[in-house]
């Protein structure tokens, strides 16, 4: 069956740096935009980074403001696993992320995270300050 599975997440402190992982079964990422999302209780989905598809760790990305210079995003097409890089974790960064696959990356990635056709259930990110 079709599915994301994110990993990686758990407590951190305040200046530490986490890892999330998002892996694919049933499909490739990298025939994907992936893209990362979190959301904190009483707050909306925000988007966090976006990548579109292809074989490489690299390509078009895009970043909120607020993770632009700390946080970033690649591939592994091996492991059909796309990576969340968090760098200089602030409290703010608390939440639950979320990883999804969209078929257009201009639609997905800097229109609507409606266009995204898979989900996965998400890892919990906790920032101790």
């Known amino acids: 069956h079709l599915q994301l599975v994110e990993s990686g997440g758990g407590l951190a402190q305040s200046g530490e740096s986490l890892r999330l992982s998002c892996t694919a079964s049933g499909f490739t990422v990298a025939s994907y935009a992936i893209g990362w999302f979190r959301q904190a209780p009483g707050k909306e989905r925000e988007r966090v980074a976006c990548?579109?598809?292809?074989?490489?760790?690299?390509?078009?990305?895009v970043f909120a403001d607020s993770v632009r210079e700390r946080f970033t995003i690649s591939r592994d097409a091996a492991k059909n696993t796309v990576y969340l890089h968090l760098n200089g974790l602030q409290a703010e960064d608390t939440g639950d992320y979320y990883c999804?696959?969209?078929?257009?990356?201009?639609?997905?990635?800097?229109?609507?995270?409606?266009?995204?056709?898979?989900w996965g259930q998400g890892t919990q990110v906790t920032v101790s300050s």
């Open positions: 990548i579109e598809s292809g074989d490489g760790p690299d390509g078009n990305k």
């Open positions: 999804a696959a969209g078929t257009d990356f201009f639609k997905f990635c800097v229109i609507s995270a409606e266009a995204g056709d898979y």
